[in-house]
């Protein structure tokens, strides 16, 4: 069976190797060591960035740098990245994972070193690009991954192995195509029960999808209008993924404070990236249901107590009356009066 800290590797993985992945243009470093390509004659590199051909080979060197006294043991390997759903932020494979790019087509000369304190090992490795690769972009790294499992405080049964890539950005030859989508528009709104007393917000979720080859750097504007084209709200909005990688999606939010209260409004997300652009409009009606719901009631009231007023006086009056005409009517004696004149007795 095995230990608790090891079945929660898996999981962990992929979270530690985005975040130490997610670095600013410089070598992959997380204080204790660094993974970065080998300096080319002109200057150091941050990067990998290869060009490649389908059925073409590719030669480069990773250097992986002990920055602590003691010597520290890696297992190395090529990994495919993605985009994070969390943030989109950029994250590669862990071991064991299946890769389909990069991960899949690189082949290290050592899988295992050992790295002494305040030293650096160079290592070799050869990327080969498949016959039917597909053109475009394959954005991957080479990790070093530490051997040593942390369990921190020791006070939980829990462990976790860090890692340090260098990006690799691969572009394989062919026809490339820029795409961009916006998926799954949803928005939700809450507002007070009774207009003015308190803060009216929208929240609007969308999927950024990349549908095309090449990695993107998208931005979206967003736009509200009200009835009659009245324009409530215009916004870029900040919170995207730097990178949008091929294929991937990125689910994001965007929340909107003092959102209107009473209106017919329509949101309109437009999508850019370099050789791309998708607009896609949702809409909602904000309604105070509860003075709504009020209006709704006193009319309805007011409109039954009229009914039976009308009902209760006017017509109900008359119809007593002759009611009270007949009967009396009725009660008239049958035999008429003696003629004048005319004996009594005769």
């Not at 975040?19 to 390509?37: E, F, I, K, Q």
């Not at 308190?198 to 990695?215: K, P, R």
């Not at 931005?219 to 324009?231: N, P, S, Y």
């Not at 949702?282 to 006193?298: D, E, I, K, M, T």
Request: proline share 8%.
């Amino acid at each position: 069976m095995r230990k608790p800290y090891v079945a929660l590797l898996p999981l962990l993985m992929p979270f530690l190797l985005g975040l130490l992945t997610a670095a600013p243009a410089r070598a992959a470093d997380n204080g204790s060591w660094s993974v970065h390509p080998v300096s080319s004659a002109v200057a150091a590199r941050p990067y990998f960035y290869l060009s490649a051909d389908p059925g073409q080979t590719v030669e480069d060197k990773v250097v992986v740098a002990n920055k602590t006294a003691e010597p520290l043991t890696f297992r190395l390997y090529a990994a495919d990245a993605y985009n994070t759903a969390r943030d989109g932020g950029f994250a590669v494979r862990s071991l064991g994972e299946r890769m389909r790019g990069v991960g899949a087509w690189a082949e290290l000369s050592k899988e295992k070193v050992t790295v002494p304190g305040h030293k650096t090992v160079t290592v070799p490795f050869t990327l080969k690009v498949p016959e039917d690769a597909e053109p475009g972009d394959h954005p991957g790294a080479i990790v070093a991954l530490d051997q040593r499992i942390d369990r921190g405080d020791g006070s939980v049964a829990l462990g976790v192995q860090r890692a340090v890539g260098a990006r690799v950005y691969l572009t394989v030859g062919g026809p490339t195509l820029p795409a961009l989508a916006v998926e799954n528009v949803h928005i939700s709104h809450h507002q007070p029960l009774i207009p003015g007393l308190g803060d009216s917000t929208a929240t609007i979720s969308y999927t950024l999808h990349n549908t095309g080859n090449v990695t993107l750097k998208p931005k979206v504007a967003l736009r509200a209008e009200g009835l009659f084209g009245r324009t409530l709200l215009t916004r870029d909005l900040e919170r995207l993924p730097s990178q949008l990688l091929p294929g991937q999606r990125v689910h994001l939010t965007e929340r909107w404070t003092n959102a209107p209260q009473l209106d017919w409004t329509d949101v309109t997300l437009t999508a850019t990236a370099t050789g791309t652009k998708e607009s896609v409009t949702a809409s909602f009606v904000a309604v105070p249901w509860l003075a709504v719901g009020v209006v709704a009631a006193g009319t309805t009231i007011a409109g039954w107590l009229l009914i039976r007023r009308r009902r209760g006086r006017p017509e109900g009056a008359r119809g007593v009356h002759i009611r009270r005409l007949r009967r009396g009517a009725r009660s008239t004696p049958t035999h008429p009066h003696p003629k004048v004149g005319q004996p009594a007795g005769g």
